[in-house]
């Protein structure tokens, strides 16, 4: 099924680290960028993310919050996740918060590119007459445009290395092309076709992804004022800043909550990660044995409605279920929230295949909804007002209209 996601470019076909199955390609590209995408390195990025951070508040502040206009919130967190990537990955933005619109139609490129794949991933014999065909190319080139991009950006990053004495323009932090740049000078295979390969994961993974799993935030606060009026109490209680800092929010029991049962209910990918059975076989609790070669997998948002793991509502938003319960000892609630917690991070596949990105999406996550909340009283035109969605391998979300007036407490 991964196949199709293969990119096609001058008649080649490029793998990645997302979508090969070769297990010597995975760990010899994945092993030299592995540590810049741990939990510690995201957070030296948050000056970054506070930048974006920044300017989509003052944006949202002279767009909708000053004027009385109503926000396609949809539309805009996906502003957001994208050009938050943009920043921590190459230091600059698309320009999507600034133009308030789809720059280029770059998101809506992607949106096509994927559901491309959620479709022919699931009957990959036919990419070979679309997307890959040698004679004449059928369909919206998946990943082409991001790596066209990417070419663009690396090449602009050595002029201004040339031309400034192997110096570029000073950010708060170092971001990834910088990052991946640097291992050109003690890795042997890294080159700047490797820095590209690299960076355009960057910049067509932690887009839509992101902005599916943001955006079931808004709204199902929308749908749950009482959840939501908890949620800024929780907020203003601790004196939250603006842009709100990881170090201050990271303790937050029922931000916390609220992004967990977020996940839950609307995971961000939602067909199935394909995997493969190994060499002797996969033994289930249950006895049964699956032989070798079969393809398995759970899709998470079955995973994430187990009833045995959240309990009887498990189809209800309800944020409540992650915190201790009363008369539940700290040892009991402990193992309960970690069999959540596990089930539902399992959209983020596990082991060696994880996702890189999970770390940098939360975090970018727990941010966003504690500044946004702090700084804007935002609802939906109407409680009981229904998005629109679509499940093409990642989720997509569209109809989210909300009202936004700063709180003026931040």
């Keep these: 099924m991964y196949q199709p996601n293969d990119m096609a470019v001058n008649g080649q076909r ?45 944006t949202l502040g002279e767009r909708f919050a000053g004027t009385g206009a109503v926000c396609p919130v949809d539309d805009w967190v996906a502003y957001y996740a994208w ?59 998946p990943l082409v445009n991001g790596f066209l991009y990417s070419v663009k950006i690396v090449t602009e990053y050595q002029q201004h290395l040339a031309a400034a004495g192997r110096t570029v323009e000073q950010k708060p932090a170092e971001h990834f092309l910088d990052k991946y740049h640097r291992l050109k000078e003690s890795i042997d295979f890294v080159d700047d076709n490797q820095v590209i390969r690299w960076l355009m994961l960057n910049i067509l993974a932690g887009g839509d992804s992101t902005a599916g799993a ?19 109490a929780e907020l203003d209680g601790a004196n939250v800043t ?65 009833t045995g793991v959240y309990g009887g509502d498990a189809d209800e938003f309800r944020p409540e279920r992650w915190l201790r319960r009363d008369g539940e000892s700290e040892h009991d609630y402990l193992r309960r929230h970690r069999r959540m917690s596990e089930a539902t991070d399992f959209t983020f596949g596990a082991g060696s295949r994880v996702c890189l990105g999970k770390h940098l999406a939360k975090t970018e996550m727990y941010k966003l909804v504690a ?40």
């Excluded at 943001?214 to 800024?232: I, W």
């Excluded at 998470?300 to 187990?306: A, E, K, L």
């Design 14 to 58: 490029i793998q990645n680290i997302f979508n090969t199955r070769d297990k010597a390609f995975h760990a010899k590209y994945k092993t030299p960028i592995a540590g810049f995408w741990s939990q510690t390195k995201i957070l030296e990025l948050e000056p970054l993310m506070d930048e974006t951070l920044r300017l989509l508040v003052d």
């Design 83 to 141: 050009d938050a990537v943009a920043n921590v990955s190459f230091g600059r933005h698309y320009g999507f918060i600034e133009q308030g619109s789809d720059v280029e139609s770059m998101i809506a490129e992607s949106t096509a590119g994927l559901f491309y794949f959620a479709r022919v991933s699931q009957v990959p014999w036919v990419d070979e007459w679309l997307d890959k065909n040698p004679v004449m190319r059928i369909g919206p080139r």
């Design 214 to 232: 943001m955006r079931a935030v808004f709204y199902y606060l929308g749908r749950n004022p009482c959840v939501q009026a908890r949620l800024v």
């Design 242 to 306: 603006v842009p709100a800092q990881h170090r201050d929010i990271r303790h937050l029991r029922y931000l916390d909550a609220v992004i967990w049962e977020s996940l839950r209910i609307c995971p961000g990918v939602g067909l199935i990660l394909e995997r493969e059975v190994p060499a002797g076989g996969l033994q289930l609790p249950d006895g049964r044995l699956i032989p070798a070669g079969i393809k398995v997998g759970i899709n998470p948002c079955v995973v994430t409605r187990d």
């Design 371 to 410: 500044t946004l909340y702090r700084a804007f009283d935002i609802r939906l035109l109407r409680t009981d007002h229904e998005w629109k969605y679509c499940n093409s391998w990642f989720m997509y979300q569209t109809d989210i209209p909300m009202v936004i007036k700063r709180r003026g407490k931040a």
